[in-house]
């Protein structure tokens, strides 16, 4: 009981330094502020009041944040220690993916450091080394072949445009020789995944319901807008500012992207859409491996945990909104 009540008096000595005086043992600086604070009870120094008072919840037996989540029943002395559990147990979105390339997810970062340490998985450099040895070797070897040729000529400007417009051509005609081949295979087989927003928006991730094909068209379709965007923008340029440089990487380039892609590989070559090919296709960052960007997917077993806690998202709100049609 003593050892009790010394406790409890320790813990309110404590939160009054830490109110109204500096505690003691508390350092001072040159300009007579306090530059730590050393709690009362186990002794371990904090830089600020506010850290010390929050610290001070562990001394106390008292739990007061429970956990919001359905079937989970455990509570916390602090929001702090709550979030900590909400972001590795409940959170929809895997913010650290595991950056050994197996794709395991994780809420927090401690918890994927912690797993590489453990020697779960492999580390290994993330994207494709030799596509993006590749892109940058034809990046340099295209810029000493600028340098080369006499881009005041009119003959080697009308080559060079007419090798880009033929490249883009190319390109338009691969995407719709693989829209041609998505439509007539009429794969229906159902696809769902997340969809996750642009970094920034503040917005959540959303369940997408569709089928292969016409994902597939989707994707396609994007990568069509695209081409098109930019061959408009580069005739813009060379005609407008008379730009020709970036026009001979850019005949290059295209095409070769044009047929690394994953719907190409899948339907212009017949590969199947399995490991690296499966669906949802994320889009390639050609340069990952030299600039050290993570290009790794979200595991299936975490994708699939968080299109599970979708639908039954979506379930709920269905559900609810009926019984008020009800009523």
């Not at 913010?95 to 580390?123: I, N, P, T, V």
Request: proline share 6%.
């Amino acid at each position: 009981m003593s050892e009790l009540m010394s406790l409890e008096s320790a813990i309110l000595i404590t939160l009054h330094a830490t109110t109204n005086h500096r505690p003691a043992g508390a350092h001072s600086s040159t300009r007579g502020e306090p530059k730590s604070f050393p709690c009362q009870i186990c002794t371990k120094p904090f830089p600020t009041r506010t850290q010390l008072k929050s610290h001070m919840a562990i001394h106390v037996d008292n739990f007061p944040f429970p956990c919001p989540y359905t079937g989970c029943d455990l509570h916390f002395k602090r929001k702090h220690d709550l979030r900590r559990h909400v972001d590795a147990k409940h959170a929809l979105v895997k913010k650290y993916l595991c950056s050994g390339g197996c794709g395991e997810g994780f809420g927090r970062r401690d918890q994927m450091l912690r797993h590489l340490k453990r020697g779960h998985c492999q580390m290994k450099p993330e994207g494709d080394p030799a596509r993006s040895i590749m892109n940058m070797a034809i990046v340099m070897g295209s810029m000493q072949i600028t340098n080369r040729l006499d881009l005041e000529d009119t003959k080697t400007k009308q080559i060079i445009l007419a090798a880009y417009v033929t490249a883009q051509a190319v390109v338009i005609g691969i995407s719709y020789l693989i829209q041609r081949r998505i439509q007539a295979k009429k794969d229906t087989t159902v696809l769902k995944y997340m969809d996750q927003p642009k970094p920034m928006s503040g917005e959540q991730p959303k369940l997408v319901t569709t089928n292969n094909m016409e994902y597939d068209l989707e994707q396609n379709a994007a990568a069509q807008k695209q081409a098109l965007i930019g061959l408009a923008l580069m005739v813009f340029l060379h005609f407008q500012f008379g730009v020709i440089r970036p026009l001979i990487v850019q005949s290059i380039l295209p095409v070769k992207n044009a047929l690394q892609s994953k719907w190409a590989q899948v339907h212009l070559f017949g590969k199947a859409a399995e490991g690296d090919l499966k669906r949802p296709w994320k889009a390639d960052n050609p340069f990952a491996a030299l600039t050290g960007a993570s290009d790794e997917p979200q595991s299936e077993a975490a994708e699939k945990a968080a299109i599970k806690k979708a639908e039954k998202a979506e379930a709920k709100a269905g559900s609810k909104s009926e019984s008020k049609k009800d009523l």
